[in-house]
C-alpha cells in the first residue's frame, strides 16, 4: 500500500467533489444544500490555503480523504482558533484516514501557532465523533435544533482541542504558505501516515 498526505491543489477540486457530493445530497453531515461545482471547489481551495492547511491522502493513487482549517470566526480576537473538517471517500472508511489527516493537521496548526481547534458535528454522527475524539477533541456543548436538513431539524455538537498554551502575547499565526517553505513541513505532512490500515 502507498499512501500520502500533501497540500491539496485546486486540480484535486473534482475528486473532492466526487467525496463531498454524496454527504450533501444524501446525508444532514453537511449543512450544504446544493452541492458545490467543481469550480467553486477549486475557488474554497486556493481561498483556504491563503491562511490555512487543505490536505488530501491519496491510497494508491486515489483520493481516500480530505481535512481542511479555516477560520472560526472572523473578528481578529478569534484569530487563534481555527475550524477544522474532514470528509473520506467511502471505500476508505475505517482505515484510519481520518485519524491520519486530523493528526497531520494538527501538527500544523501548532506549528502555524494556532491555540484552539473547533470541530463543528451535524448529530447524530458516531464516526465523526470518533475521528474528533481519536486525536483528542473533547465535546464541549451542542446547539438544538439549529439546522433543517434532509426533512427534520438538527443539532449540532461542538468539540474543541487545544493545540497549545495560549501564551500571553501571541504572535499572529503563520499562513500555511510560509510554514510550506520551511524544511520540517514535510515531516508534519507525514506524522498522520502512521495510522492509515491496509
Same mark, same amino acid.
Given at each position: 500500500m502507498s499512501a500520502v498526505i500533501r497540500?491539496?491543489?485546486?486540480?484535486?477540486?473534482?475528486?473532492?467533489?466526487?467525496?463531498?457530493?454524496?454527504?450533501?445530497?444524501?446525508?444532514?453531515?453537511?449543512?450544504?444544500?446544493?452541492?458545490?461545482?467543481?469550480? &467553486?471547489?477549486?475557488?474554497?481551495?486556493?481561498?483556504?490555503?491563503?491562511?490555512?492547511?487543505?490536505?488530501?491522502?491519496?491510497?494508491? #493513487?486515489?483520493?481516500?480523504g480530505y481535512a481542511y482549517a479555516s477560520a472560526f470566526r472572523v473578528r481578529a480576537a478569534y484569530?487563534?482558533?481555527?475550524?477544522?473538517?474532514?470528509?473520506?471517500?467511502?471505500?476508505?472508511?475505517?482505515?484510519?484516514?481520518?485519524?491520519?489527516?486530523?493528526?497531520?493537521? @494538527?501538527? @500544523?496548526?501548532?506549528?502555524?501557532?494556532?491555540?484552539?481547534?473547533? #470541530?463543528?458535528?451535524?448529530?447524530?454522527?458516531? #464516526?465523526?465523533?470518533?475521528?474528533? &475524539?481519536?486525536? #483528542?477533541?473533547r465535546k464541549v456543548g451542542v446547539f438544538r435544533n439549529i439546522g433543517h436538513k434532509a426533512g427534520a431539524w438538527r443539532d449540532t455538537g461542538w468539540w474543541q482541542l487545544e493545540l497549545r498554551q495560549p501564551p500571553e502575547k501571541p504572535r499572529a499565526p503563520l499562513a500555511i504558505t510560509q510554514l510550506a517553505n520551511e524544511d520540517r513541513f514535510d515531516n508534519l505532512l507525514k506524522s498522520g501516515l502512521r495510522y492509515i490500515r491496509a
Open positions: 497540500l491539496a491543489a485546486s486540480a484535486d477540486a473534482a475528486d473532492i467533489h466526487q467525496i463531498y457530493r454524496p454527504f450533501v445530497q444524501h446525508t444532514h453531515i453537511s449543512f450544504e444544500r446544493i452541492v458545490p461545482t467543481v469550480q &467553486e471547489i477549486a475557488d474554497r481551495i486556493d481561498s483556504t490555503m491563503r491562511q490555512y492547511p487543505w490536505l488530501v491522502c491519496e491510497i494508491n #493513487g486515489r483520493l481516500a484569530q487563534w482558533t481555527a475550524e477544522t473538517t474532514v470528509y473520506i471517500h467511502a471505500d476508505f472508511q475505517r482505515r484510519g484516514v481520518s485519524r491520519a489527516l486530523y493528526s497531520s493537521m @494538527i501538527a @500544523i496548526l501548532r506549528e502555524q501557532g494556532y491555540c484552539s481547534a473547533v #470541530g463543528v458535528i451535524a448529530l447524530p454522527n458516531e #464516526g465523526s465523533i470518533r475521528a474528533h &475524539e481519536s486525536v #483528542g477533541f
